[in-house]
């Protein structure tokens, strides 16, 4: 099968970047969200998006219609019914995420590929919500923040999924633009299997005094070389979401480095979020691009 019509479940930040990245590569591409205000958000995100990268150069106002002409938005599950492939990015909650797919299976034609874009919950556990068939046809798919730009796809594969499906998966991804790599269904793939116990380790060196907020971010900047510290990366991805994936990830592996440490928990109990709430390790209500470090220890 050629996939020719991408869906696109959620138009959050992530739901949006997939549907802008899926348009921009010439798919005709749904998103599908609860009410029209939120498309009418995630399309703003969007907008903006492709104005940057029209402003540079990298593409022509021309296309940047084109773009907007491949995209369209629905509230209803039933315009998604011809899709090709349907990638859900919708919240990380494991009943929420079932209904929807086991609503979807109903709906759908038989040759739909169902793929999350889910950062940690398990994809075999979501895949048992649909038909034997279409658990042949469930994958993976983890796209990273922002997803305009982020190069990479995790492509996740379960014990059930087509060999077939699977490599048009691949291929899929790299249509997209990405580099896509392989990875099997144990919690977190690849990335987040490695980032969030550097990012818990992070917050425990900043517990036990190994150094300041700053000093830790600016180490492994500039030591090397990542595009941000380990809690500049925090509040960018959100504290909330990276204690509910180490939590996942703890529950899977009874792991203590998958653990988070209570100074984590206490943050997102206060409502300390990172970026999206104005403060996390860093304070960005005064000067968001120059966010200065809270005082948590
Ligand atoms: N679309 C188009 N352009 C964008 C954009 C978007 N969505 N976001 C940023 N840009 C542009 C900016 O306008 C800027 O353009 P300019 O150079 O012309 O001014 C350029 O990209 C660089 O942006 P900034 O100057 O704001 O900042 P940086 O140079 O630091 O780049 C970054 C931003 C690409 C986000 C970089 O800091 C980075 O790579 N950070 C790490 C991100 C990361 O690790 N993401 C993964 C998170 S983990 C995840 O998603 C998985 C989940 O499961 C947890």
Redesign the pocket.
């Known amino acids: 099968m050629t996939i020719k019509k991408v869906g696109v479940l959620g138009c959050g930040l992530m739901g949006s970047?997939i549907a802008q990245v899926a348009a921009s590569a010439g798919f005709e591409t749904v998103v599908r969200e609860v009410s029209d205000d939120l498309i009418q958000r995630g399309f703003a995100g969007v907008e903006k998006?492709l104005a940057?990268?029209a402003e540079?150069g990298a593409i022509t106002g021309e296309q940047q219609q084109e773009i907007h002409g491949r995209l369209s938005g629905t509230t209803t599950f039933e315009a998604l019914a011809d899709c090709d492939i349907i990638i859900e990015a919708i919240i990380e909650n494991l009943e929420e995420k079932r209904k929807t797919y086991a609503e979807l299976d109903r709906i759908c034609k038989p040759e739909t590929i169902f793929a999350s874009n889910t950062?940690s919950i398990s994809i075999t556990e979501m895949m048992t919500a649909t038909s034997p068939e279409r658990q042949k046809r469930f994958i993976g798919m983890?796209f990273?923040?922002?997803v305009?730009?982020?190069k990479l796809v995790e492509v996740i594969r379960t014990i059930l999924t087509d060999e077939t499906i699977y490599e048009e998966a691949i291929e899929f991804g790299k249509q997209l633009g990405k580099t896509t790599v392989r990875t099997s269904d144990k919690t977190g793939f690849i990335?987040?299997r490695l980032?969030v116990p550097y990012m818990l380790d992070a917050i425990r060196a900043l517990e036990e005094g190994v150094g300041s907020i700053t000093d830790i971010d600016t180490a492994m900047k500039l030591g090397l070389g990542y595009?941000?510290g380990p809690f500049t990366?925090g509040d960018?991805?959100g504290l909330d979401?990276t204690y509910y994936?180490a939590e996942i990830m703890f529950n899977e592996f009874r792991e203590k480095r998958f653990a988070p440490p209570p100074l984590l928990k206490r943050m997102v109990l206060a409502g300390l979020y990172g970026r999206k709430s104005g403060r996390g390790f860093y304070d960005y209500s005064t000067d968001p691009k120059n966010p200065t470090p809270m005082n948590l220890v």
Request: aromatic share 14%; net charge positive; charged share 10%.
């Open positions: 970047g998006s940057k990268f540079k950062s983890h990273f923040n922002p305009p730009l982020m990335v987040n980032l595009p941000m990366l960018f991805v979401t994936i």
